[in-house]
């Protein structure tokens, strides 16, 4: 089977670099794959197992801009041009739009329930609770049930 390759946005980005859990995505993943754009909007330097790549169709991603912000655009612009992707996206509309072109998705709830579903974390809540104090939004609803499905509820 081949590899699969991970394409995160900023969000995610973002988020656990604020939890300092960036590097969960590398022990998660062999190759973690971002866009110059994704880059440009992150604003810190990326430690170096990231592989920036830039989008050789930016038609596609302009036309994608029209609905979805620059990184979003670039990563499922990205998704396109390499085998065997999954997308690490945050925002609905952006995750809607993927799923709509047939992309694989999750999000970074999604790659910290499989951090601690491989044991790569000890714990998810203490990854939740630390996003709470950002300004990561997440349903009391999705905390229960992530926390549930990890026996983690107190």
């Known amino acids: 089977m081949p590899e699969t390759v991970i394409i995160t946005d900023t969000s995610c980005l973002i ?3 604020n939890t300092e859990a960036l590097e969960v995505l590398h022990k998660l993943y062999k190759r973690v794959v971002v866009s110059k754009e994704i880059v440009e909007e992150f604003g810190k330097p990326l430690p170096i197992w990231f592989e920036i790549l830039e ?6 991603q302009r036309i994608l801009e029209n609905v979805l912000d620059k990184g979003e655009a670039s990563a499922i612009a990205l998704a396109f041009e390499l085998n065997n992707v999954v997308l690490i996206l945050d925002d609905l509309k952006a995750r809607k ?6 992309l694989k998705i999750t999000g970074t709830l999604g790659v910290l329930f499989s951090a601690k579903e491989k044991n790569v974390i000890p714990s998810l809540k203490s990854y939740l609770e630390k996003l709470q104090q950002t300004d990561f939004r997440i349903a ?3 905390i229960a049930e992530l926390l549930q499905r990890t026996n983690e509820v107190e």
């Open 15 to 17: 988020a656990l670099s």
């Open 140 to 142: 009391e609803n999705i």
């Open 97 to 102: 739009e993927a799923q709509k072109l047939g």
């Open 55 to 60: 989008v050789a169709n930016k038609n596609y």
